[in-house]
């Protein structure tokens, strides 16, 4: 192998590493950011914070359908 070939593969096995990171951090924010969306419409629909509220404000709302 080259050395050029060398660096090369290095790179890109350092550009898919970061890749796979970034995407991980992605889903989970955007998780976080669903799950609290669903928190605050089932706050404000019916007043409190609470498995119940959660489910209902899923079944409810359709913003929250399209987020999902």
């Known amino acids: 192998m080259t050395p050029t070939s060398e660096s090369l593969s290095k790179n890109v096995s350092l550009l898919r590493a970061s ?3 970034h995407a991980i951090v992605g889903v989970v924010v955007s998780s976080v950011a669903l799950v609290a969306a ?3 419409s089932g706050y404000f629909l019916f007043g409190e914070v609470s498995l119940e509220a959660f489910i209902n404000a ?4 359709a913003v929250l359908w399209v987020l999902d």
Not at 58 to 61: A, D, I, V
């Open 19 to 21: 890749a796979s990171k």
């Open 38 to 40: 669903t928190m605050l």
């Open 58 to 61: 899923q079944k409810t709302n």
